[in-house]
């Protein structure tokens, strides 16, 4: 998590958020040697973010900007090396109002960051996907480059044995946990910062996200439903539990009511936290 002060555009601060986050996770399991993909969109297609990515180990899958090197790298795709593809849920296209549920995919290989000097250009692969253009304008008498297909691509330095180019892009089009992660955060601690000061709101983000984090922890011990539930379902369901404490032989019980429909998951999570004691 990263407060960023003013009308903050997308990249900023992205480099240093990515350092941290990778950081973090080479101190987790499986550890050091493990090889993590870093996906985004073309807000953060840049020299910066994507070195700061491959610098810390690891791989990059990010959406490209239809400029003139990429128009000119997809010209050059062959008409027989496109492979079709067909979406398990079809996908809404904006710009034609309409759902794509077929769509042909080809890769090719493509330097980044041409314009920079040539220790930092960075080689991969250009996978794009194309779909039928369903929105034909006017001919106007001049031939364009697209005329039959709308294009979409992603500069990846995965190496094509570890995912081909079916695998990688469906691997770039999985839906981003982090957008359930944002609103989750906005229906709770964030639904509004609660200062005029940036180091009270900042302060204020760090705790929402110890507490999202812990919650769903939470959500995951209880296993079953609890798994995948928001946290203001775990808040309601295990945290605020319908009970009262009781103390009988010097032991403090708590008193659920009967027939409860999330007594299981509450005794996991019991369990988890608070093991019974080994026997000798």
Same mark, same amino acid.
């Given at each position: 998590?990263?407060?960023?002060?003013?009308?903050?555009?997308?990249?900023? %601060?992205?480099?240093?958020?990515?350092?941290? #986050?990778?950081?973090?996770?080479?101190?987790?399991?499986?550890?050091? @040697?493990?090889? $993590?993909?870093?996906? #985004?969109?073309?807000?953060?297609?840049?020299?910066?973010?994507?070195?700061?990515?491959?610098?810390?180990? #690891?791989?990059?899958?990010?959406? $490209?900007? &239809?400029?003139?090197?990429?128009?000119?790298?997809?010209?050059?795709?062959?008409?027989?090396? !496109?492979?079709?593809?067909?979406?398990?849920?079809?996908?809404?296209?904006?710009?034609?109002?309409?759902?794509?549920?077929?769509?042909?995919?080809?890769?090719?290989?493509?330097?980044?960051?041409?314009?920079?000097?040539?220790?930092?250009?960075?080689? %991969?692969?250009?996978?794009?996907?194309?779909?039928?253009?369903?929105?034909?304008?006017?001919?106007?008498?001049?031939?364009?480059?697209?005329?039959?297909?709308?294009?979409?691509?992603?500069?990846?330095? $995965?190496?094509?044995?570890?995912?081909?180019?079916?695998?990688?892009?469906?691997?770039?089009?999985?839906?981003?946990?982090?957008?359930?992660?944002?609103?989750?955060?906005?229906?709770?601690?964030?639904?509004?910062?609660?200062? @005029?000061?940036?180091?009270?709101?900042?302060? !204020?983000?760090?705790?929402? $996200? &110890?507490?999202?984090?812990?919650?769903?922890?939470?959500?995951?011990?209880?296993? @079953?439903?609890?798994?995948?539930?928001?946290?203001?379902?775990?808040?309601?369901?295990?945290?605020?539990?319908?009970?009262?404490?009781?103390?009988?032989?010097?032991?403090?019980?708590?008193?659920?009511?009967?027939? !409860?429909? !999330?007594?299981? @998951?509450?005794?996991?999570?019991?369990?988890?936290?608070?093991?019974?004691?080994?026997?000798?």
């Amino acid at each position: 998590q990263r407060l960023r002060r003013g009308a903050a555009g997308s990249p900023r %601060g992205a480099c240093r958020l990515i350092a941290d #986050a990778l950081a973090t996770l080479k101190r987790l399991p499986p550890g050091p @040697g493990a090889r $993590v993909l870093v996906r #985004a969109d073309s807000a953060f297609y840049g020299h910066a973010t994507v070195a700061t990515a491959l610098k810390a180990g #690891a791989d990059v899958s990010v959406t $490209v900007r &239809m400029n003139l090197a990429v128009k000119a790298a997809i010209a050059t795709i062959a008409d027989d090396a !496109w492979t079709g593809i067909e979406y398990p849920e079809a996908i809404y296209d904006e710009t034609t109002g309409t759902w794509a549920s077929k769509a042909e995919v080809a890769e090719v290989s493509f330097t980044a960051f041409t314009s920079r000097k040539k220790a930092e250009r960075i080689p %991969g692969r250009l996978v794009v996907r194309r779909i039928p253009e369903l929105n034909l304008r006017q001919d106007d008498g001049q031939p364009t480059l697209f005329d039959t297909h709308r294009f979409h691509a992603f500069f990846t330095t $995965v190496d094509p044995e570890v995912l081909d180019t079916v695998a990688a892009d469906r691997t770039h089009r999985q839906h981003a946990i982090i957008e359930q992660v944002n609103a989750d955060l906005k229906d709770s601690a964030l639904a509004h910062l609660p200062s @005029g000061h940036f180091g009270a709101n900042s302060a !204020w983000l760090v705790c929402a $996200v &110890m507490a999202y984090n812990l919650t769903r922890t939470a959500g995951i011990l209880a296993a @079953g439903t609890f798994t995948k539930a928001r946290t203001g379902t775990i808040r309601a369901r295990l945290v605020n539990i319908p009970a009262r404490i009781a103390s009988s032989a010097r032991k403090i019980r708590i008193r659920l009511p009967e027939a !409860w429909p !999330w007594q299981q @998951g509450l005794e996991r999570l019991f369990t988890a936290i608070h093991p019974p004691p080994q026997s000798a």
